[in-house]
Each structure stands twice: as C-alpha cells, then as structure tokens.
C-alpha cells in the first residue's frame, strides 16, 4: 500500500516537475522571439532585472523560477503590443 503511495506522489512530482519545464521553455522562447535582433537574452535579462549574470544563467537553467514580478518586467519591456504580452 504505501509503494503506491510513493509511486503516486512521485508521478505527480514529475508531472509537475514537466509541466513548470514547459512553462519555463516557452518563457525563454518568446522571450527570445521577442528580442532585438543582435541583442543576447542573458545580457537584457541582466540590465531589465538588474540582476548578476549568474542568477540570470540560474533562471534559464530552471534552476531558480522567476518571479511573476520579473515577468512583468520582461513582458513591459519586450511586449510593446498588449495583444502579445509574454504573459
């Protein structure tokens, strides 16, 4: 009884673990469709959040989520057009 217990909650842990992949991956993905051409995304990461070049590598990584604060930053800084704002 308890093994499947386990089995569940770690079959949720991975559905959850994929599904906060996904969100990061299309995250990452428009913001880089969004990005002047020429421009690299950890350095606009790096002057919008005012972040170190360390902490930016950890949010693309998945390592550390980013804040819907800092969401809302990158979408008013690269969403001009509400209608495709990043959230």
Same mark, same amino acid.
């Given at each position: #009884?308890s !093994?499947?217990?386990?089995q569940?909650?770690?079959?949720?842990?991975?559905?959850? *673990?994929?599904? *906060?992949?996904s969100? =990061?991956?299309?995250?990452? !993905?428009a913001? *880089?469709? &969004?990005?002047?051409?020429?421009?690299?995304?950890?350095?606009f990461l790096t002057? !919008?959040?005012? @972040?170190? &070049?360390?902490? =930016?590598? &950890?949010?693309? &990584?998945g390592?550390?989520?980013?804040? @819907?604060?800092e969401?809302?930053q @990158?979408?008013?800084?690269?969403?001009?057009? #509400?209608?495709?704002?990043?959230v």
């Amino acid at each position: #009884h308890s !093994t499947s217990r386990r089995q569940r909650q770690m079959c949720i842990r991975d559905r959850y *673990k994929a599904m *906060k992949d996904s969100i =990061v991956n299309e995250l990452i !993905t428009a913001m *880089k469709d &969004r990005l002047p051409p020429g421009q690299n995304l950890a350095n606009f990461l790096t002057d !919008t959040l005012c @972040i170190g &070049r360390e902490a =930016v590598y &950890r949010r693309l &990584r998945g390592e550390v989520a980013f804040t @819907i604060d800092e969401v809302a930053q @990158i979408s008013c800084k690269l969403g001009s057009d #509400h209608r495709k704002s990043l959230v």
